[in-house]
């Protein structure tokens, strides 16, 4: 896109995302806030008027939103790292197949009740599992820092944050925790992303689809960009079948045949 669209992009983004525009549609709606036809409660304090105006505009998540429609199979479980409020987790939802299992972790414990009510709003149909947690490799519990930004929180966040201690998960831990087949994972969650890729590799083998926001992140005093991830991710066994922005969508070289029959 041209530089001079990209900033009038960025500049219709702030009129249409403004507080009064977010606050207006939240008030007109309840709180149940259609996001691409899905209703997403955001009753809860907390929760930015800009991010409710984006999942009435469609633009919350929407590089996620897209690829978990194109490439999330509807026959395998779900793990979702960074939950947040349960929009990307409802989108996940109406991928699944009835009685599907999705596990979703979130590190954040005051976006759990609203997680919570999205889950029960729209993943009735499947076997849900909520874990209080971070992802970390180092350690029983980890300092999270909260941000005001419900998608914003992380282990390596801004040090101004208020910092919370929440206990520790790694991804093979729960994957133990529910099938040990085959699955999918959806992860945003500002740079701790490079725990599993780097130590992790065997979980990781049963992983048959990705789609993960990369970010600028660091491990053990060495500096990893979005680019440097992709390699990583690449040497794992996965190909990078589309990219936009800091969202990537992965597929397993050797994936795993879906039964015959499932919708793709």
Not at 113 to 134: C, F, G, M, V
Request: net charge neutral.
């Amino acid at each position: 896109m041209a530089p001079r669209w990209v900033g009038l992009k960025r500049f219709v983004a702030s009129i249409i995302q403004s507080d009064l525009i977010g606050n207006a549609i939240a008030w007109f709606y309840g709180n149940v806030i259609p996001f691409h036809g899905i209703p997403v409660d955001v009753s809860q304090s907390g929760i930015p008027a800009a991010n409710k105006a984006a999942l009435w505009w469609g633009m919350y998540e929407s590089a996620e939103h897209r690829f978990i429609k194109a490439f999330l199979l509807p026959s395998l479980p779900v793990i979702e790292l960074g939950s947040s409020i349960g929009a990307i987790s409802s989108v996940i939802a109406g991928r699944l197949d009835q009685g599907q299992r999705l596990t979703c972790v979130e590190a954040n414990p005051s976006l759990i009740p609203q997680l919570r009510k999205n889950l029960d709003r729209n993943a009735s149909h499947l076997s849900t599992e909520i874990i209080h947690a971070a992802v970390c490799y180092e350690g029983k519990t980890v300092r999270f820092g909260v941000s005001a930004n419900n998608l914003t929180s992380s282990i390596l966040g801004d040090a101004r944050a208020e910092t919370t201690t929440v206990p520790a998960v790694k991804l093979k831990a729960l994957l133990a925790q529910g099938d040990r087949g085959p699955y999918q994972l959806v992860a945003d969650i500002e740079g701790a992303e490079i725990a599993f890729l780097l130590h992790d590799a065997e979980t990781l083998r049963a992983c048959q689809v990705m789609v993960l926001e990369l970010h600028h992140t660091q491990s053990n005093g060495a500096a990893y960009t979005p680019t440097d991830l992709e390699h990583l991710i690449e040497s794992r066994g996965f190909r990078i079948a589309a990219r936009y922005g800091a969202v990537v969508a992965c597929q397993r070289l050797d994936a795993v045949t879906p039964k015959a029959g499932v919708r793709p």
